[in-house]
C-alpha cells in the first residue's frame, strides 16, 4: 500500500512539474526547438529547481528500494548511486548549458531528463532483483 502511494507521489511530481518546479525547457523541448534560441533562463533557479527535483525523487525511490528490498544495504548503496549520478549529472548539466549551450541542445535534453526523470530507479529495481537472487543462488 505504501509502495502505491509512493509510485503516485512519484506520478504526481511528473504531473504537476509546470507548477511544482520552474522550467522554460519543458516547454521548449515539446516545440520544434532544434531551429530555436534557448528560451529567457534565471539560471540560478533552474539549477535550484532541478537539484530539488532529484532530491525529491531520489528520495521517494529509496523509500520505494526499502519497501521493496527491506535491506538497508541495497538502500545505502543506493544512496551513494544517487550522490554520485546525481553530482554528475547536475555538474554536467551546468557545464553543458554554460560552455556548449545552443550547439548541444540533445545532450542538455537528455542529462536533463535524467535529472527529472526517477529513470535510476527503473535500472536499480531489476539490478538488485538480480544481485539478491544471485545471492540466494550462492
Known amino acids: ?33 532544434t531551429n530555436m534560441p534557448f528560451p529567457k533562463i534565471n539560471l540560478i533557479k533552474l539549477y535550484i529547481s532541478l537539484a530539488f527535483r532529484f532530491y525529491l525523487n531520489s528520495m ?20 551513494f548511486l544517487y550522490i554520485i549520478f546525481g ?5 554536467s548539466f551546468v557545464f553543458t548549458l554554460h560552455f556548449f549551450g545552443e550547439q548541444h541542445k540533445m545532450t542538455l535534453f537528455y542529462i536533463r531528463r535524467f535529472i527529472m526523470q526517477p529513470l535510476f530507479l527503473m535500472l536499480f529495481i531489476p539490478a538488485f532483483f538480480y544481485q539478491k537472487k544471485m545471492r540466494q543462488d550462492l
Open 60 to 79: 521517494l525511490s529509496l523509500a520505494l528500494l526499502f519497501i521493496i528490498f527491506k535491506d538497508t544495504k541495497i538502500v545505502k548503496f543506493a544512496i
Open 87 to 91: 553530482s554528475i549529472l547536475l555538474i
Open 1 to 33: 500500500m505504501l509502495g502505491a502511494f509512493l509510485i503516485l507521489l512519484l506520478i504526481a511530481i511528473r504531473a504537476f512539474e509546470k507548477k511544482l518546479f520552474y522550467d522554460p525547457f519543458i516547454e521548449y523541448f515539446k516545440t520544434d526547438y
